[in-house]
């Protein structure tokens, strides 16, 4: 019997995670793909915040034991039945959106990320912390030859997230676009922003991210704990769009107001707690909050494509599958820059 190394979210007996314990590294069998699934033989796998829902055991109705892991770069090991558009040894990867039903009402309109019965690879199914794993042929992504597996496996989750909410929110070359944090969203926020033209200020905590953000491609920093941001901004005449990639919904209210007539915050970084932005704020010049996910497999080749041509990298520090429970706390600690990958 085959066998293959998996990074497990630790369980107790009741098959609850045991909080805040490390990933266990065991030895299981090669899973066979179904009807409409591939076999991916992974070779690396991002480690993304998001991937705490799994550990902690903190997505409703998430069924144990389970394989975290939505960043994932691989080759076509396997095809199962029906499978087709894909052939065996094919580069082919897995994001956030692990598949949807293409019966409900959102998919028959075409709106696949609004599926009702969405996927999310290691929430619904075991994702990529593991050598082989299976998903859906509808999850695929395909891999430019390129672009490596580790720099393209970020890029399906942090990458298309930025990447797609740039493109889809109508600013135009030259724009003022200001990036709100810069870590692992918003180091490919400012890189993505300037590849498409944008005059890009980067918004951070601190003087020691100037450099940096100028090296991505940011025109100007500005250190928000040292200014106000809101004010800095609209001295430069006020933001077409705040990308605002910093989980701090404080940082995002009170830069709100760096945004020009007829702006837009774009909140890509999640936080719980609420905004503190008053209507009146909204009416004075038109401006409007907008809240954007990942994107479909479609929109992930489009990023690919895109970091293929422009030479948009994330950056990013590696670790072997052993070594999961390593990178998955520095991940957690924000200190990694700027992405965590698993090699294989």
């Known amino acids: 019997m085959a066998t293959s190394k998996v990074a497990i979210a630790p369980m107790k007996a009741a098959q609850i995670p045991k909080p805040g314990a490390d990933f266990e590294i065991v030895e299981r069998e090669i899973p066979k793909p179904g009807a409409g699934e591939v076999r991916i033989k992974v070779q690396a796998c991002g480690v993304c915040h998001s991937d705490m829902f799994t550990k902690e055991g903190l997505w409703p109705g998430i069924q144990y034991p389970r394989v975290p892991g939505h960043e994932v770069a691989g080759i076509i090991d396997e095809l199962g039945a029906g499978v087709s558009g894909w052939k065996q040894g094919q580069r082919a990867g897995v994001g956030w959106h692990g598949g949807h039903d293409n019966t409900c009402l959102q998919c028959r309109r075409g709106d696949f990320g609004n599926c009702q019965n969405m996927k999310i690879a290691g929430i619904s199914y075991d994702g990529g912390y593991q050598q082989y794993m299976v998903a ?27 990447y797609n909410a740039l493109r889809h929110s109508g600013t135009m070359p030259g724009d003022l676009v200001a990036v709100l944090g810069i870590g692992g969203l918003g180091h490919l926020g400012i890189q993505f922003a300037n590849k498409f033209g944008y005059k890009v200020a980067a918004v951070g905590r601190g003087s020691e991210s100037a450099a940096l953000a100028k090296k991505l491609g940011a025109s100007m920093y500005i250190d928000n704990k040292a200014t106000n941001a809101a004010q800095e901004l609209q001295k430069l005449g006020g933001a077409k769009v705040i990308l605002a990639t910093a989980p701090s919904s404080k940082a995002m209210s009170e830069v709100f107001d760096g945004l020009g007539p007829n702006g837009e915050l774009i909140v890509v970084g999640a936080d719980m707690e609420p905004l503190a932005v008053t209507p009146a704020q909204l009416i004075n010049g038109r401006r409007t909050i907008q809240g954007w996910a990942t994107g479909t497999p479609a929109d992930a080749e489009d990023t690919l494509r895109f970091a293929e041509l422009t030479g948009v ?10 070594k999961a429970a390593e990178a998955y706390a520095r991940m957690m600690s924000g200190n990694a820059q700027f992405r965590v990958v698993l090699t294989m």
């Open 136 to 162: 859906p042929m509808e999850a695929l992504t395909a891999i430019p030859e390129s672009l490596s597996d580790v720099d393209a496996a970020p890029l399906l989750c942090a990458g298309i997230t930025t």
């Open 313 to 322: 990298r994330p950056m990013i520090e590696t670790y072997p599958l052993e």
